[in-house]
C-alpha cells in the first residue's frame, strides 16, 4: 500500500472519531500537561527562578509563548497540549537543558517528560477507552 493510500485511509479513521470523544480527552490531556509542566519546575535550576516560572502549559487552540523552547511560539492543534519553557525574557531553556561548552548540562525538561510520559499514556488511553463506550452507537 502506498504512503499516500496508507495517510488517506488514517485521515479517515481519525474523522470517524466522534466530537463528544474528542472532547472527552481533553481533560485528561490537561491533567497530564500540568504534571508534567509541575515536575519540570520542580527539576529546573533556580538561579532567579525565571525559567522555572516561564514553563507553560498550553491548552488546544492556545498559542505557545514566542520564543520557547522546544519550537518556538505556535498554536496547540485539536487534542494537543503543549509544555514549554522559555519565553521573550527567558531565551535561554535549551542552553540551561543541554549546557554550553562553558557550562554543564541542567536537564529538566525531557527527563520530567520520560518520568511522566507512562502515567499520561495511560491517563489518556483510559480516557479514551471511557469516552468511546459511552458514545458507543451514538
Known amino acids: ?3 499516500s493510500a496508507q495517510l488517506a485511509r488514517l485521515q479517515q479513521r481519525l474523522d ?3 466530537k463528544a470523544v474528542k472532547k472527552a ?3 485528561a490531556l490537561k491533567k497530564s500537561g500540568d504534571e508534567m509542566a509541575a515536575s519540570m519546575r520542580h527539576l529546573a535550576p533556580v538561579d ?3 525559567l522555572r516560572d516561564s514553563i507553560e502549559v498550553t491548552a488546544p487552540g492556545q498559542s505557545t509563548p514566542r520564543y520557547s523552547q522546544p519550537g518556538g511560539s505556535r498554536e496547540a492543534a485539536e487534542n494537543e497540549v503543549l509544555i514549554t519553557a522559555g519565553n521573550s525574557d527567558v531565551r535561554y531553556a535549551h542552553l ?9 548540562a541542567q536537564p529538566f525538561f525531557w527527563p520530567a517528560f520520560r518520568l511522566n510520559r507512562k ?6 488511553k483510559r480516557a479514551i477507552s471511557k469516552a468511546v463506550k459511552e458514545n458507543w452507537g451514538k
Request: charged share 30%.
Open 1 to 3: 500500500m502506498a504512503k
Open 16 to 18: 470517524a472519531i466522534p
Open 25 to 27: 480527552v481533553e481533560p
Open 48 to 50: 532567579t527562578g525565571e
Open 96 to 104: 540551561v537543558e543541554y549546557g554550553t561548552a562553558d557550562t554543564e
Open 119 to 124: 502515567r499520561a499514556t495511560n491517563r489518556i
